[in-house]
């Protein structure tokens, strides 16, 4: 497949070595330093994947399926090493192994932070930088590229896989991983120091909020509360700051969905992990290299009113189509759900009358306020606290309007403490006694009971 290789052209080649001494090879002297260590086998992952690029088809190996290209990347380096008799340990050679099996098939030195399932965040600040989020914390991790050459490949990789492009003349990109992975790309010469990468993470563990109940995210009787307001078709907003964990509660909202409901979801990139069988996904597209061809998030709730969807779900209501999405919840489209960025469940439903004046329409306020308060039913709010645990803070119904106030009612209210010894946010979710509007729609659901039950044990 290739042709025979020499060591590196500088390198002499070494004195023939005496019956005594045969059985030692002649190397170099062992590095004294860790960084030493790593400097060697960055060299030889480079020579070796120079080599491995220009003895292979990349056509080929798109022709495989991903393990037999991991086994024949493996036998292909395995011989480049032999070829330019390069002096690697056993474990050194699989590292060298693992690591350009990682570049071609995946995403080269992040691959072992893909693997842990206690990250929710990768931030990767160019070649040198690499943070986390673990457990709520930031840390910056000793991973390294080799250049910013080798982290634009991966970017590259990452956004071709989805469709899309990133480059200097379109320099900003949003994409997503195979298992829904939410990814965001800027490069030069927007980001300065090099490409910047990041990467909201997906548990491979789907939460429910069974789950988040034993985080302590929320009491069992608050959760109760919340599956029955999804299973009786209530409009939910969910609303929280970035990384509080909003479209994990979607997800988790969505379960108690009836099977037999048809779904249209409709997200920018695509995150959306819905069990159902009858689900139909849609994303958004950027604007081609001439400036055409976009398809916005309006364009696609306007779209998926003509698809008989029983229910819309908004990955991110963000613009103009906050306006679209109202008037499918008030036109018989029950149960239709979104998020929104918000610190309360009063500022979410601020942002909304906003993104409704966003798309140019010259509405008295009064009759914005009055579709907000006649289509959505709920507001879910989450927030993430200071020492990094999530929180459900607010259960919150919008309940109608007074003179040009939109009225709400606090089911649940997270009312804070103090703190541990430890740092950790201490605090109760606090049942305000009231009772929902939307006991009637769960009385026709035949769910009354069962909503009473939930209420009267956290009162109790």
């Known amino acids: 497949m290739f042709g025979r290789r020499s060591a590196a052209p500088s390198a002499t080649p070494p004195p023939a070595a005496s019956p005594a001494t045969a059985a030692a090879p002649v190397s170099a002297p062992p590095p004294t330093r860790a960084t030493d260590l790593d400097q060697r086998l960055s060299d030889i992952k480079i020579a070796i994947f120079n080599d491995l690029i220009d003895s292979v088809d990349p ?10 290209v991991r086994e024949e990347i493996s036998d292909i380096v395995a011989e480049i090493i032999s070829m330019r008799s390069l002096i690697l340990s056993a474990a050194e050679q699989q590292v060298v192994i693992a690591d350009i099996c990682n570049d ?22 160019g070649a040198d930088k690499v943070y986390i989020e673990a457990d709520g914390k930031m840390e910056l ?41 939410r990814v965001n790309v800027i490069v030069p010469p927007l980001a300065i120091d090099g490409p910047t990468l990041t990467i909201r993470k997906f548990k491979r563990d ?18 109760k509360v919340l599956q029955i307001a999804s299973a009786v078709r209530c409009n939910i907003l969910v609303s929280g700051g970035t990384g509080s964990g909003k479209t994990t509660l979607l997800n988790c909202l969505t379960r108690y969905i009836d099977e037999a409901e048809r779904i249209v979801t409709c997200e920018d990139a695509a995150e959306l992990q819905l069990q159902q069988p009858h689900v139909v996904r849609l994303e958004t597209r950027p604007p081609n290299l001439e400036g055409a061809g976009q398809v916005t998030m309006r364009d696609l709730v306007k779209n998926c009113l003509r698809m008989r969807p029983e229910r819309i779900i908004v990955g991110e209501v963000r613009g103009p189509e906050a306006f ?16 929104i960025h918000a610190n309360t469940p009063r500022d979410a439903l601020s942002r909304v009358e906003n993104m409704v004046a966003m798309g140019g329409y010259n509405l008295p306020a009064k009759a914005v306020r009055e579709q907000i ?58 049942p305000t006694g009231l009772r929902p509007a939307f006991w009637d729609r769960a009385r026709y659901y035949g769910l009354d009971r069962a909503l009473a039950e939930a209420l009267s044990d956290a009162n109790a």
């Open 373 to 430: 308060a006649s289509a959505v039913n709920v507001i879910v709010q989450a927030a993430r606290l200071r020492d990094g645990s999530r929180k459900i803070t607010h259960i919150t119904e919008v309940v109608g309007m007074e003179g040009d106030v939109i009225t709400l009612q606090d089911l649940f209210v997270f009312e804070y403490e103090g703190e541990d010894s430890r740092g950790r946010v201490l605090g109760r979710h606090r």
């Open 104 to 125: 071609v098939l995946g995403l080269g030195p992040l691959e072992p932070l893909l693997a842990r399932d206690d990250i929710a965040d990768i931030m990767v600040n």
């Open 206 to 223: 789907k939460l429910t909020l069974d789950k988040l109940v034993e985080f302590g995210s929320i009491t069992p009787q608050a959760a």
């Open 324 to 339: 679209d999405l109202l008037q499918a919840m008030n036109t018989g489209h029950d149960g239709s759900m979104g998020t």
């Open 59 to 68: 056509t080929e190996l798109g022709r495989l399926e991903p393990a037999q």
């Open 141 to 181: 991790t000793d991973i390294r590229f080799r250049d910013n050459a080798q982290l634009m490949n991966i970017c590259q990789r990452i956004v071709s896989a989805v469709g899309r492009r990133v480059d200097e003349s379109s320099p900003i990109c949003d994409a997503r991983l195979g298992d829904g992975s």
